[in-house]
């Protein structure tokens, strides 16, 4: 999560502006920071079971 926040945005910017949308309602950025953490493992876990699905 640190290399995300430290580089310019990507191109697939989901839970980047995940953690900037907690930061600015007002969470810490290590609560930002591990909402987003989460939010990549359940988007991560949803394609690997896509394609075993198949």
């Not at 900037?20 to 969470?27: A, H």
Request: aromatic share 12%; hydrophobic share 35%.
């Amino acid at each position: 999560m640190r290399c995300l926040k430290t580089h310019k945005e990507p191109e697939d910017a989901a839970v980047y502006r995940f953690i900037l949308k907690k930061e600015k309602e007002g969470k810490s950025k290590r609560a930002a920071k591990i909402a987003g953490l989460n939010k990549f493992l359940r988007i991560y876990y949803a394609r690997v079971m896509e394609v075993y699905q198949k």
